[in-house]
């Protein structure tokens, strides 16, 4: 099924929009025994220099203020080396070698969703990530769920008996990876993270922390002359993901 996913991926609008930012919007909700469940949302604009800039808040339990981290090129944090590599082959190879020794398929999984969470993918770059998902051992489809628009979405479920399962939700039609959800420990019972948006034309940071505040409860995206929200964007919400403290 993967391998049909990357045999047919589609281009996105996204992926036409070269030379202007790299925007990605993540909210992601942590859950802790008997704690409120903590919901973190970012969004990262990058340039085409790879410099840029970090916009985060915490939404709940107690909301916060924005905070704001810029960075110059080449500081952006990234698990493989840059360019990420297009041939499966050689992109597993990479994602493998930033894996601890005796790792099993699961913190293979984990290094690529650290990669789609930090950086826009284009097409060929996200065939060689499904392309390497489905290498792997031990996927099981666990549902089909809604994709962008009016597209389709699978979850799957990796697991391979050493780390803790991990569902991933990707688009069937363009193979983006649109949410996933890490299963934890104890300490950790669960981390949920969805991608709200990939990449649009905004060029212009929020022109302050209040704005961005109300622009992103508003629309989910912060304030620019650039910038449009695609619709039909589906939310990665788990059942009881969010839903308070458990105990």
Same mark, same amino acid.
């Given at each position: ?22 925007c ?10 008997g ?40 500081e ?82 990796? =697991?391979? /008996?050493? @780390?803790? &399962?991990?569902? %991933?939700?990707t688009?069937?039609?363009? $193979?983006?990876?649109? *949410?996933?959800r ?41 304030? =620019?002359? /650039?910038? @449009?929200? &695609?619709?039909? %964007? ?5 059942? $009881?993901?969010?839903? *308070?403290?458990?105990?």
């Amino acid at each position: 099924m993967l391998i049909s996913i990357a045999q047919h991926a589609q281009p996105t609008a996204s992926d036409q929009q070269t030379g202007t930012s790299s925007c990605l919007h993540l909210i992601r909700w942590d859950r802790y025994p008997g704690r409120p469940v903590i919901e973190t949302e970012s969004i990262r604009h990058v340039n085409p220099d790879g410099s840029g800039v970090l916009y985060q808040q915490t939404n709940a339990p107690q909301p916060t203020a924005a905070t704001t981290t810029r960075f110059a090129a080449g500081e952006l944090h990234s698990p493989i080396d840059e360019p990420i590599p297009t041939d499966p082959v050689r992109l597993n190879d990479a994602v493998t070698t930033a894996t601890p020794p005796g790792s099993g398929s699961t913190a293979v999984v984990a290094v690529l969703l650290d990669l789609t969470s930090i950086r826009t993918l284009n097409l060929a770059e996200r065939v060689a990530v499904i392309r390497v998902l489905a290498m792997l051992p031990g996927v099981e489809l666990i549902a089909w769920v809604p994709g962008r628009g009016t597209g389709v979405g699978l979850q799957l479920r990796f =697991s391979d /008996g050493r @780390g803790d &399962p991990i569902d %991933v939700i990707t688009d069937q039609d363009t $193979g983006e990876i649109l *949410g996933y959800r890490l299963e934890g420990p104890a300490a950790l019972q669960s981390s949920t993270t969805t991608l709200i948006l990939r990449r649009n034309r905004c060029d212009c940071p929020p022109p302050s922390r209040v704005m961005f505040v109300s622009a992103v409860r508003r629309s989910g995206f912060p304030p =620019s002359a /650039g910038c @449009g929200i &695609p619709s039909g %964007v589906p939310t990665f919400r788990p059942a $009881g993901a969010y839903e *308070g403290a458990r105990a």
